[in-house]
């Protein structure tokens, strides 16, 4: 396309021309669309004035610019020479395959500086026999390693994400442990960017997941296919360092922190990012404080973009334009569901918005779309939260310091006495006090809500099955923390707690928007300012437009989570934290939508061309009729969804014994806890350690934890403890070393791989129900309920049945694996529901019995106890 003749219509160039004498022949941003007279002839057909600017310079919207557009802007000076900023601006839209055009005042002379791009009438679709030639004996894949065998499972499901994107389809596919799955999506997807232009996003759950991709699978895709591609990664840009705060940092770097030992940091985030790589925060190894690290992140509510000087060096930008570039770019859900509350609100999915636009997408770890959709679907404010930004703009500590006290000395000195006077006579004698007055609502609020929740009617849980009520007690992330959580709904059946909640709630928007009207007036002074350079201008505006826009945020979450109305969303608060402990103490407002479906068929499934699910865990006895209704895939034409099952390439039925005890107590009942630590002990004794012990509360975690510990270290078995370390530390220090036992809870269920003889047991404490006081649980069981269904079948025992399978998931990672599960809830054998969860599993050796018999077939099987390795007939049956 380097020689592309581009053709400027006469009725079109006295438009252009026109419209740049209208504004006094200064700089306009044009966005045209293009039709083709012949392989390599380009005519303009339509143009659209997107910006106008002064002689230097004009704002390069360019989130309206679609694939296959040209944008144009004029120089006055008649030079068309491109700045380094065109090139910047065209490099950014080239990525796009958006054309990019200077023009003089006259339109009479254009450079074409990126040729406009001729958009395909029809997609080329990708050959299933070319995809199935790539995972061949002999292929591509078995000549790149050495270790690669042919995987049925994985063909089949590379064929069909082929066929998906093929027919613009709606997939979900279940792939067993060891099927390949990442290869299986990535290989089809690869092809058919390359054929056809439009990036593929990658969006994945864990963090774990995203390394694999981006430093071990695509890189071996990359050297062994026969097409060259590209690939991405795009993190949440709060995750970059913002050159331009950098620079501000260095300068003032005691004025913008606390302490000495914040300075410190501060220094050494500057001095770190001189040589960055990629300049995310997790280049730095420990990751420094939320407050130390806000001062230099980007945002972008402070992002001069194209006007910056750092623009074309930017740390966030240029991941944005690879991503641009990229065939494939991988993104998690929070990040992608983050995009999509954006195109709610717009309507738009060619523009781009957090993610660069697309219409095709495989979310792997699918199992998750619905919490991850409920979170950014909904609202969260946090007391903590609004204390933790007005101490930013204010320090509660030294009055001298805070960004509003630096934004008005810069003020001072750059000759802009007037907005700085705004701030030191409005904001910051205002600030001090609405930040007290509303902690002082806040904190009645907590009172309040905590009172609600320990008054609530609470009822014992039976087989997990939820009680409809306030709110209760939780064991989780805060007890962890030596804390607790008490969450209470807020509805229609309390009003008096509700009707209290509005009065506190009003009063600190009131406050809200108050700051935000002075932070709008010293903006309006500064803008209006002269004397100050244009750049200058425009950061130290950033700031007091950011605090407005951010202030009226708080306003509209405030709004939203009090619009009672809306009954299809559930709201609740949390408490954090003791009375006696008032640095945690906390309270959290929440509001998310009880049902997701409806807002995925609009946001994701309809619009979008092709979506693929993929999980290890998306079926219950085979069929995926809880995510369907969960998802609103039930709702998709037969024709357009199609569900289908991988199976692991493992052999499950001589690899695993899968055992559970029959004389042991329910969980809940007297005696449970100690049962639990003893049997844990004795297995631990028989497997030599080498195990995981998974819980669903952190409390018994703790208790078990601290009753073994002495023990097990004595004998030589090391009890690690999710909470003491870093998931990774913690895993790295399993893997190695002497014996392990790590007792974990949810962030050990799922995402980890420990392969070989590090781990040959998995204990499941306890079936693992979701608490049934979280009031979403309540709001979604009593919807179903509404809707005449059967919420405990229908929706609770699914839901626990997929992280059954995921606990389950980590024993096997190999084919030499092996090794028992022990399952110490024999609800699972006394309960009608007991046999979904153990027909969701793999077929396996399995074991009943009472617990004495059970801990010597363990022993037995792993060849620990002296006696046969093989299960003595009659105590072992196929499951």
Not at 396 to 407: I, M, T, V
Not at 665 to 683: F, T
Not at 741 to 748: M, Q, Y
Not at 781 to 802: H, K, M, T, W
Request: hydrophobic share 40%.
């Amino acid at each position: 396309m380097a020689d592309v003749k581009l053709t400027i219509p006469e009725k079109i160039r006295k438009f252009l021309a026109a419209t740049i004498a209208s504004t006094s022949g200064n700089e306009v941003f044009f966005l045209a669309k293009v039709g083709w007279e012949g392989p390599e002839a380009a005519a303009i057909e339509e143009v659209d004035v997107l910006a106008r600017g002064n002689v230097h310079s004009a704002p390069a919207i360019v989130k309206r610019a679609e694939s296959w557009d040209i944008a144009i802007h004029n120089h006055p000076s008649g030079v068309l020479t491109p700045s380094d900023a065109d090139i910047a601006v065209a490099g950014e839209l080239g990525n796009r395959q958006v054309g990019f055009a200077i023009i003089d005042n006259s339109a009479e002379r254009h450079y074409l500086v990126v040729p406009p791009m001729r958009r395909r009438d029809r997609p080329e679709k990708v050959d299933p026999a070319e995809v199935e030639a790539i995972f061949a004996p002999g292929g591509p894949l078995a000549s790149g390693s050495p270790d690669y065998e042919v995987r049925p499972g994985q063909v089949a499901m590379a064929r069909e994400v082929a066929e998906a994107l093929n027919g613009e389809r709606v997939v979900a596919i279940e792939a067993g442990t060891g099927v390949g799955k990442s290869f299986a999506y990535l290989v089809p997807s690869i092809l058919w960017a390359v054929k056809n232009g439009p990036r593929v996003i990658v969006s994945t759950n864990t963090i774990h997941l995203q390394e694999q991709l981006m430093t071990k699978d695509l890189p071996f895709l990359a050297r062994v296919l026969p097409v060259q591609f590209h690939f991405a990664l795009i993190k949440g840009r709060n995750n970059y360092a913002c050159k331009r705060k950098l620079e501000e940092a260095a300068r003032a770097t005691q004025e913008l922190v606390e302490t000495d030992g914040a300075a410190g940091q501060l220094r050494n985030i500057v001095e770190w990012a001189r040589t960055a790589g990629e300049g995310s925060r997790s280049e730095l190894g420990a990751p420094p404080p939320e407050a130390v690290w806000e001062k230099v992140m980007s945002e972008t509510d402070k992002s001069l973009k194209v006007n910056c000087k750092f623009y074309s060096e930017c740390f966030f930008y240029r991941a944005k334009r690879a991503a641009y570039a990229a065939d494939i770019v991988v993104v998690n859900h929070h990040l992608f569901f983050a995009d999509l509350a954006v195109r709610r609100e717009t309507g738009n999915y060619e523009y781009d918005a957090v993610i660069p636009a697309y219409k095709r997408v495989i979310f792997d770890e699918a199992h998750h779309m619905e919490d991850v959709a409920s979170n950014f679907l909904g609202v969260r404010f946090t007391q903590q939260g609004m204390r933790n930004r007005f101490n930013r703009l204010v320090s509660s500590r030294d009055e001298k310091k805070g960004a509003l006290r630096y934004l008005a000395q810069v003020l001072h000195a750059e000759g802009a006495p007037a907005a700085a006077q705004e701030i030191e006579k409005g904001l910051l004698q205002t600030v001090p006090k609405a930040a007290q007055r509303i902690d002082q609502e806040l904190s009645a609020a907590l009172d309040q809500a905590e009172a609600e929740a320990l008054t609530a009617a609470r009822g014992p849980e039976r087989d997990g099955k939820a009680r409809s009520g306030s709110g209760g007690a939780v064991e989780g992330a805060a007890a962890e923390a030596g804390g607790r959580q008490l969450h209470v709904r807020v509805a229609a059946g309390r009003r008096a707690f509700q009707q209290a909640l509005t009065e506190r709630l009003h009063a600190v928007k009131e406050e809200l928007a108050i700051l935000c009207g002075q932070a709008g007036k010293a903006a309006r002074l500064l803008s209006g300012t002269e004397g100050l350079a244009a750049e200058r201008r425009g950061g130290l505006l950033l700031e007091l437009t950011s605090l407005h826009g951010r202030l009226d945020v708080l306003q509209s979450q405030i709004a939203t989570f009090l619009d009672f109305r809306d009954e299809k969303q559930v709201r609740w608060v949390e408490v954090q934290g003791r009375r006696d402990d008032a640095e945690r103490r906390n309270i959290v407002f929440s509001s998310a939508p009880i049902r997701v479906a409806e807002d995925l068929l609009q946001l994701v499934f309809n619009p979008l061309a092709t979506v693929v699910m993929a999980s290890a865990t998306l079926s219950v006895e085979g069929g995926v009729s809880y995510l369907g209704d969960r998802l609103g895939l039930d709702h998709l034409p037969v024709e357009r969804f199609h569900f289908s099952e991988q199976p692991s390439p493992f052999d499950f039925a001589n690899q695993v014994l899968t055992l559970v005890p029959d004389d042991f107590p329910e969980p809940g009942s007297s005696g449970y806890d100690g049962k639990v630590a003893e049997v844990v002990l004795e297995i631990l004794r028989r497997s030599r350690g080498r195990a995981f012990v998974l819980f669903t509360s952190y409390g018994l975690l703790q208790r078990t934890h601290s009753a073994l510990e002495a023990t097990l270290r004595r004998e030589g078995i090391i009890p690690l403890r999710q909470g003491e370390a870093g998931r990774s530390d913690l895993l790295n220090r399993f893997r190695s070393g002497p014996p392990h036992a790590l007792f974990g809870t949810d962030s050990f269920w799922e995402g980890v791989d420990v392969k070989g003889e590090a781990l040959e047991c998995v204990i499941i404490t306890r079936l693992p129900f979701r608490v049934p006081t979280e009031p979403i649980q309540i709001a979604r069981v009593e919807e179903i309920e509404s809707r005449g269904g059967d919420a405990f079948n229908c929706y609770s025992v699914p839901q626990a049945v997929l992280k059954f399978k995921q606990g389950f998931g980590r024993l096997i990672r190999s084919t030499t694996d092996r090794g028992t599960v022990v399952v110490l809830d024999r609800r699972i054998l006394t309960k009608r529901y007991g046999r979904t969860f153990l027909r969701s599993l793999p077929p396996t050796r399995f074991f009943k019995g009472p617990t004495a018999e059970m801990l010597a077939s363990l022993g037995a099987f792993l060849g620990t106890s002296g006696e046969p390795t093989t299960i003595p007939a009659g105590e072992s049956e196929a499951l």
